[in-house]
């Protein structure tokens, strides 16, 4: 069966640096675009950031744009999110996604399986 599953969250100080990954496994991981989403305490989950599976193209929110990027490493079924220059803002619990289209989507509902979420603590 399909899981995702995060790692690599934490405490941290603004300004610093995490790099989060998940793992994938059950599915073709090449063939398919992988989201990264956040869900402050709180407030409703919102996009961060896709890396569409036709090219590998990349797509951010306005409010990680610069800061953050993500990768991906077909080899190791396993798709990257590094975040730096961390404000206490971006503290949340940072989730992984499949994504089911093809190029690239910001809506929740596009994502069709979800992992189970690593949490992200950025001190001030």
């Known amino acids: 069966q399909v899981q995702l599953v995060e790692s690599g969250g934490g405490l941290v100080q603004a300004g610093g640096s995490l790099r989060l990954s998940c793992a994938a496994s059950?599915?073709?991981?090449?063939?398919?675009?992988m989201g990264w989403f956040r869900q402050a305490p709180g407030k409703e989950r919102t996009f961060v950031g896709v890396?569409?599976?036709?090219?590998?193209?990349?797509f951010y929110a306005d409010s990680v744009k610069g800061r953050f990027t993500i990768s991906r490493d077909n080899a190791k079924n396993t798709v990257y999110l590094q975040m730096n220059t961390l404000k206490p803002e971006d503290t949340a619990v940072y989730y992984c996604?499949?994504?089911?289209?093809?190029?690239?989507?910001?809506?929740?509902?596009?994502?069709?399986?979800w992992g189970q979420g690593t949490q992200v603590t950025v001190s001030s």
């Open positions: 996604a499949r994504d089911r289209g093809l190029y690239g989507s910001r809506r929740s509902q596009d994502y069709d399986y």
């Open positions: 890396i569409r599976r036709s090219d590998d193209r990349t």
């Open positions: 059950g599915f073709t991981f090449s063939g398919y675009g």
